[in-house]
């Protein structure tokens, strides 16, 4: 018969990935022996091997809440954060597995290199809203807005990007935007007031096709964002709509959309620096403000 979870402390083993990139051949499991305490989350136990065991141990975290996403790594195999994930969810007979996120470079023990995915980021186009209503004021459906609310829960914990497959196991990160940010396109997509067309780009740079509905992404997500259903599968219908419907494909040849600019696709070389960017802002605010005056 299994043992039961503990839930007021007790002695657990710690399973964990030590490994320095800057070592070459370094990587092994060591095992640690934790006294627990009840309320006691993983990070703690981690935190706990820094004080009394091995102050070199390597592991990101911030809040201890659950709100940064920086303490994502796997457990057991799983993508978890290290703050959510109690001991006593564990038994205490079995050695519980801590591991760095399999799909990232790794930097040292726990830690992962995830700066690819603010490479992706700088690529979306922001939000553009269009014109306001002659009063000075937006109107739009509440129902709308409601909509795309749950995506912006997101913490870019990076754990729906470190279990999807494509990333994880076919290594498609410069065909695949991953789950995370084709959450993001869809809040952008849907968003009433957006007049930028990422279609486009959603549909070749970003890779929404490699996506193939496992809902790994949805399980593993610490704000229980429904990233497949109720982000990635609409985006999907909004792009075959677009492309591969003759009639829808025919009219947006003759009748391009009012208001959505298609962009251009580009690479991390090409994107503006953020003092370029600026100074674009700058210098149209000064053409407004000129025309405004005349």
């Known amino acids: 018969m299994a043992a039961v979870p503990s839930t007021n402390g ?12 800057k ?19 993983v990070l703690d136990a981690i935190h706990d091997i820094q004080a009394k065991q091995e102050p070199d141990l390597a592991v990101r975290w911030n809040c201890k809440a659950g709100r940064c996403g920086s303490c994502s790594a796997e457990i057991n195999g799983k993508p978890k954060l290290l703050c959510m994930t109690r001991m006593s969810n564990f038994d205490p007979a079995a050695p519980i597995v801590v591991t760095p996120m399999k799909t990232w470079p790794l930097i040292k023990d726990l830690v992962t290199d995830v700066s690819h995915n603010y490479r992706v980021a700088k690529k979306i186009p922001p939000f553009k809203p269009r014109p306001r209503d002659a009063d000075g004021h ?19 914990c990076f754990l ?17 935007a991953g789950p995370r940010f084709l959450i993001h396109l869809a809040t952008l997509d849907m968003h009433p007031l957006d007049t930028v067309d990422r279609r486009p780009m ?6 929404v096709g490699y996506c193939n509905i496992t809902r790994c992404c949805t399980e593993v997500c610490p704000e229980h964002i429904v990233i497949t259903d109720n982000g990635i599968i609409p985006l999907k219908e909004r792009v075959a709509d677009d492309f591969f419907d003759p009639l829808r494909w025919a009219l947006r040849k003759i ?16 994107l503006p620096s953020a003092k370029a960017r600026d100074a674009e802002t700058n210098t149209a605010k000064n053409e407004s403000t000129r025309g405004a005056a005349e």
């Not at 007790?10 to 990139?21: I, S």
């Not at 729906?160 to 695949?176: A, G, I, P, S, W």
């Not at 959603?202 to 890779?207: L, N, P, R, T, Y």
């Not at 009748?255 to 090409?270: A, M, S, T, Y």
Request: aromatic content about 12%; glycine content about 6%; proline content about 6%.
């Open 10 to 21: 007790g002695k657990y083993t710690l399973k964990v990935w030590r490994a320095d990139a």
């Open 138 to 156: 937006w109107r739009m459906q509440q129902e709308d807005i409601d909509r795309i609310q749950e995506f912006r829960k997101c913490i870019e």
């Open 255 to 270: 009748f391009p959309p009012k208001h959505k600019k298609h962009l251009p696709v580009l690479r991390n070389d090409q």
């Open 160 to 176: 729906c990007q470190d279990v999807c497959h494509v990333l994880r196991d076919h290594h498609k990160t410069e065909e695949f």
């Open 202 to 207: 959603i549909k070749e740079e970003f890779g």
């Open 23 to 41: 070592v070459p051949g370094s990587g092994g499991f060591v095992e640690y022996e934790v006294e627990t305490y009840p309320g006691m989350v």
